[in-house]
């Protein structure tokens, strides 16, 4: 005979076990429908064409277009800057479109580059010591181009390194160095002709740097090119005027004479400018 004190707790306990079955039956019903329903693709975020440049509206206005690429010359020389080169494009390695183009590189040591948007020479020194690489370099230069010394200082040549290969001469930018020679000896060949006409003006007008002679009333200096002497006079515009100029002029003379110029042998220019009392 079945006990009637425990049938409530054992109907509690069944309920609840069939509560669970069927919530664990739902839950795999559901796992099975969502793994049927057909995925969503995905694609991956590189296109496969890329789209064509467009001109880009910049600030200010106007457009900016990429340059277009430039026609490659075909004969045996080019002329860059009035100067006619041998067509290092031939042998050379164009980097991209623009005809920006390595000449000739020697791993290690330098590389010779021409850009031709500014008709520029790059001669970039990789390795070291750099004074001794920068000279092959630029007779390498010579060579590819065919030209001489002089011809190459008439081209625009910068000489470079990196921080790495030579971080004393890094951040720096070279001319050519027999370039840089000659204009020292240019600015050195000035610097003589300048001494020498100094010297010579010293020995043929010894009181020069007596002068200008200067005061609030005029000033006086020697014009070298003309070889005379001009007097800017500045008398107070009343009735005495012309006594003030004679007065100045006395005193110019005067002043002049002090120093051991002889004032009768030069012209005089007076520049007479009144001025409000």
Excluded at 84 to 110: C, R
Aim: hydrophobic fraction near 35%; glycine fraction near 4%; aromatic fraction near 10%.
């Amino acid at each position: 005979m079945p006990n009637t004190e425990n049938a409530p707790a054992y109907n509690t306990n069944m309920k609840k076990t069939i509560i669970l079955i069927a919530l664990l039956f739902l839950i795999t019903v559901l796992s099975l429908v969502i793994a049927l329903l057909p995925q969503k693709k995905q694609h991956s975020i590189l296109p496969s064409v890329f789209p064509t440049p467009t001109p880009v509206t910049i600030q200010g206005g106007g457009n900016f277009t990429p340059p277009k690429p430039i026609a490659i010359p075909t004969g045996d020389t080019i002329t860059i800057s009035n100067i006619t080169v041998n067509n290092f494009f031939q042998k050379g390695t164009q980097i991209n479109t623009q005809g920006d183009t390595l000449i000739l590189e020697t791993p290690g040591e330098y590389r010779l580059l021409y850009t031709p948007s500014d008709n520029q020479f790059l001669i970039n020194i990789t390795g070291s010591p750099f004074d001794t690489l920068r000279s092959v370099a630029e007779q390498a230069f010579l060579d590819q181009l065919g030209i001489t010394q002089n011809q190459a200082c008439q081209l625009n040549v910068t000489v470079g390194t990196s921080i790495e290969a030579n971080p004393d001469q890094a951040g720096t930018t070279y001319p050519l160095s027999f370039c840089e020679l000659q204009g020292r000896e240019i600015q050195t060949a000035w610097d003589q002709q300048f001494n020498a006409i100094q010297q010579q003006n010293s020995a043929l007008y010894p009181w020069e740097n007596s002068l200008p002679l200067q005061s609030s009333k005029y000033f006086t200096y020697f014009d070298l090119e003309r070889k005379i002497f001009v007097s800017e006079l500045y008398p107070t515009n009343n009735a005495t005027i012309n006594t003030q100029v004679t007065n100045f002029k006395t005193q110019i003379l005067s002043a002049l004479q002090h120093v051991g110029i002889d004032t009768t042998k030069y012209q005089f220019e007076w520049h007479i400018t009144p001025v409000s009392e």
